[in-house]
């Protein structure tokens, strides 16, 4: 099975790549980053277009077609629905959230910008976001720092952060199970 994902991922990478150096060449890194963001959260939020993606019983033409008419609807054009469609006709849609993921992290590294993932049990004041921004900078070396933020109240408490390869967790939730196995172990 991690062969297979492994598989999947250089696979995807080089798509990637291969679509970051086109949009570089035409100026349209920023342009092409939305259009992928939009068709991402299409995926994400439609049942039916998820099934599109993944489901090998569509043929590519199936895909293809599908895909154009989706695109025209959300609005996608030029390089990115070029590049979409090109991957439909190779059958190999199924990996595009990857693609997507790999291009999106490229952008960011290009713009020497660092994505952090925050949830929280409450949304943050404006205060407490930038003086979280603030930390994060000052912990990537000074990388400007993207947040993405999910509040999720069942964490009770406190923040839970994912930078990069590390996670920090100081929910109040972690807290309490962590104090829970103790007195396990205990009694």
Do not use: C
């Amino acid at each position: 099975m991690a062969d297979a994902e492994n598989i999947v991922s250089g696979m995807a990478g080089r798509y990637a790549s291969a679509l970051f150096s086109l949009a570089k060449d035409s100026r349209s890194i920023d342009k092409v980053a939305a259009d992928l963001r939009a068709f991402d959260a299409l995926i994400a939020d439609n049942a039916d277009l998820q099934l599109l993606v993944r489901s090998p019983a569509f043929s590519a033409e199936d895909q293809t077609r599908a895909l154009k008419a989706v695109l025209g609807r959300a609005g996608v054009s030029g390089l990115t629905a070029n590049f979409l469609l090109l991957v439909a006709s190779k059958r190999r849609l199924f990996a595009v959230r990857t693609m997507i993921r790999d291009y999106l992290a490229l952008d960011d590294a290009d713009r020497g910008v660092s994505r952090a993932q925050v949830t929280v049990a409450e949304p943050l004041s404006g205060d407490q976001l930038a003086a979280l921004k603030a930390s994060l900078a000052e912990a990537t070396g000074g990388k400007s720092v993207e947040v993405d933020m999910k509040v999720d109240p069942e964490i009770i408490g406190g923040i839970v952060v994912r930078l990069g390869s590390r996670m920090v967790d100081a929910s109040i939730r972690t807290k309490l199970n962590s104090i829970r196995t103790r007195m396990k172990e205990v009694g």
